[in-house]
């Protein structure tokens, strides 16, 4: 077996698969070890109780919280990452993200580079991961002269009764960015009925994800190869500590060791972290790349929560994720909190076996079906703000996540906004006659938009990756997945890690190929 590779490319996420898809045509030889196989094609993919219930897709990995209690991430290992069960909202980070922000409790950091160093890569992204929407309908949408690549997607007609309310109050909802290709249809297929999304593998692969608009893409080149069930174990530098010399892998039942001039990370943000850590040697004692103490440090994941509004009349709908409101993004409103709250989105219809494995008991007086049958499904999430003392650690090789919420007023104040804006509408008011609401914020399990980690910045003694993700520390090592986040904004990462992607693939094959 070979094991000599110009590039080795480690996961094939967001961040990974689409580094691939931008790598393929340098004629390079690439490696991309992914520790996960395939997800399988099968009834369970769109079941709520295989999904939500038994977490079929999940990893089995047990890692600590603080208290060292153990806890099951919602972590997925396979092909595509976490990409492949994602709810494929692609939005780019405000221009304001990459500025200073003060938030209740503390300071958002300014990025090393600015949202113009990342538009034409998140255009590049919109049209890889097909990305259908509206510009000029988002108050605090960046600037963009080009349009979306595809429509927005309309709204059902309950969702679109909300929508309305919503902008008789005065919000201004718009249709919510998401990546999906409908066009496949127009080639002669049967039509297909958006409806399994968030959280659900898409067994038609119609919803964008990394596997199938970039990874494949990718692997139609000869020169790029993938590996799966490999997960890489070490990385082994050379004595100086400043150059990856072998990348070790276990795959079925073998140690693989491998080499390659370049060797890029993309893990997600807690493995990767995990990884360098565990890679330490004698001439880099606390982990590789990791002169400035700062690996696994400024873990974040955002303040958010799922809420369902839950009205008399049934929600027949069937794709609710259709539009967003970001009011509250920049500034709360209130004079006596002049702060950023965050951003509302639509989240895929509930139904009962998603409620029942996310809720266990149901509100007094009301089934578990009766809830599914009436439930217009909101996410909610604020900024969570940068913190040394939020930390990724091992624990005898075990991972272990260090952690306190951040901005929790905001968010409890971004909750009641919508709770108001629902109540308002005399049409919710017909639809809600009791009120009631069920808010399910997300615990340290949910490490869905897990990010910054392994931060970029010009200090080597504050990041641990320059500006192009490159290690300060090892000159041969990239990382590309969410880790290099300085801040988390409040919108959802995987555009913006996609454009990342792009945008250091650009610079590798300019400056160093
Ligand atoms: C239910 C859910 C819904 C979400 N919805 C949205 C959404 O609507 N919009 C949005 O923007 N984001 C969403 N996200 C978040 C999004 O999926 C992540 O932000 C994105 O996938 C992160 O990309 P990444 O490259 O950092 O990591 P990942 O995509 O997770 O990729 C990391 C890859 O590395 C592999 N790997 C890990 N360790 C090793 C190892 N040691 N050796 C080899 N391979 C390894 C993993 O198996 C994985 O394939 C959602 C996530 C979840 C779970």
Known sequence: MKTQYDI????????GGTLAYKLADSGKKILVLERGGYIPTEKENWESEAVFGAQKYMTEELWLDKDNKTFRPGQHYNVGGNTKVYGAALFRMRESDYNEVIHHNGISPKWPISYTDLKPYYLEAEKLYNVHGERGTDP???SEESPYPLPPLPNEPRIQEVFDDLKAYGLHPFPCPIGVDLEKEKQARAPYVLDRFDGFPDPTEHKSDAHVNALRKALEHENVTLMINAKVTKLITDPSGTEVKEVHAEHEGDLLRL???????SCGAINSAALLLKSA?????????????????????????ALMAISKE?????????????????????????????????????????????SPVPAPGFTFEWIAKHAVDFWLATEDLPQMGNRITLQNGQIKITYSHSNVESHDRLKKKLKSALEHSSKFSHFFPRNVYFSKDMGISAVA???GTVRFGDNPKSSTLDIYCRSHDIKNLFVVDGSFFVSSSAVNPSLTIIANALRVGDYIKNEIL
């Open 259 to 265: 080499k390659a001039d370049l060797v890029v990370l």
């Open 314 to 358: 049934p929600n027949s709908t069937k794709f609710g994720k259709t539009f967003a409101m970001n009011d509250y993004y920049l500034n709360s409103g209130d004079a006596d909190f002049d702060f950023p709250l965050g951003h509302i989105q639509m989240l895929g219809k509930s139904d009962e076996g998603q409620i029942k494995a996310q």
């Open 449 to 451: 938009h897990q990010n």
């Open 281 to 305: 040697n004698d001439k880099c004692p606390n982990g590789l790349a990791n002169s400035s103490d700062m690996v696994g440090r400024n873990y974040m994941f955002h303040t958010n929560s």
């Open 140 to 142: 605090t949408e960046p």
């Open 8 to 15: 080795l490319i480690i996961g094939s996420g967001a961040g």
